[in-house]
């Protein structure tokens, strides 16, 4: 219980941030249109791709020797890439579809 | 003045961009330009990520880390670019899915790096459990959008056997954290656990269903960012973790109301489709 305690006032600042993200986050979607359901998904997909950077910090602070984490680094960086350009590329396009449509 | 390029200030920014770029996917007459902003306050925080990183990294880091952003890159726009429009759901899957592995690799490197901290430990294991559900769940309804599992796949008693297995997971979990175990097998346990129960997870869901799950999926792969936010202390994987999970969650809702449908229906459902006889 000292450890919860302890933990929520060292991280007081992260704690506010969550609590605003997720009321920021359910005021942003309001009231979309049906139609960019989908794009708003794949948009949404695209920016949770952000774990690049976790991996990222991974590869960086990686022991030089340490071959497992290196390789296991290493994928975890191209799949979050993958998320991140494929994400923001396919968006791109399924707006551009969209565009014409109208 | 060097504060003015401080990391921090670039997260902040990309931060920013992040609900701004939601925010205009919404409306159609600026929803292009808000996914480019998003992508360039995205790529802002990876060039400061890796440019501003302090300490001592050899160069060959570096190399391999500049080797994965690029194939990544060329492998990504190239199947993003030739993807026809019918199948750019299932495509978000696949993206998805490489989002959640990429989070349960991060847990499972830092495992050994964080004993004793009981709270990193449930970062990193939450991380991992999310990640990996996310990531094997992602793989299926990939799958069953581009044919290769066409017909839902139950098990007798399929409800009750996967929520037995997902509580299983949450308690060895939560026996690993009491523990304080440092045992890597234990952890590989849970990892395969975990990817299993999302192959259970979504192979009982119909075809059509898809979009709503990988929507769900999508928000659970936000939360696992977050988690990794949580254990870096890294304030931009935080706040677009956070972002996505939460809008992601409100999302798949509008989802099911647009198909006149609750998502308890849709994950346990099965009498949906008897009904209708189909």
Known sequence: MTELIDFISNNFQMIYIVILMIFVGVEVIGHVPAV????????????????IIGAILVMLGADPDNTLALALGFVAVLLGTLNVVGGFVVTDRMLEMFKKKK | MEYVLSLEIIYLIASVTYI??????????TARRGNLIAATGMTLAILGTIFLYEGEVP????????IAIVLGTVLGWL????????????????????????????GLIEFGHY????????????????????????MIAWGKLNGTFKKPLRLPKYNLLNNLIFLGIIAFAGYMVWSQSGSQLFLYILFFGALAYGVLFVLPIGGADMPVVISLLNSF???????????YGNMVMLTGGILVGSAGTILTFAM?????????????????????GG
Do not use: W
């Open chain 2, 115 to 138: 004993q004793g901290n009981t709270l990193s430990m449930i970062t990193i294991l939450g991380g991992i459990i999310i990640g990996s559900i996310s990531f094997s769940g992602s």
């Open chain 1, 36 to 51: 960019l359901h989908t794009p708003l998904m794949s948009g949404a997909n695209a920016i949770h791709g952000v774990v």
């Open chain 2, 256 to 276: 099911c109301n647009a198909m006149n449908r609750s998502l308890v229906n849709v994950i346990f459902g099965g009498f949906g489709d008897t009904d209708s």
């Open chain 2, 59 to 66: 160069g060959f880091i570096y190399i391999l880390i500049a």
């Open chain 2, 20 to 29: 701004l770029g939601l925010k205009m996917l919404g409306h159609p007459e």
């Open chain 2, 79 to 106: 199947k993003a670019k030739r993807v026809q429009m019918t199948k750019m759901p299932e495509l978000v899957s696949l993206f998805n899915g490489m989002g959640g592995a990429s989070a349960a690799l991060i």
């Open chain 2, 221 to 231: 792969t936000g939360l696992a960012a977050a988690l990794g936010g949580f254990l």
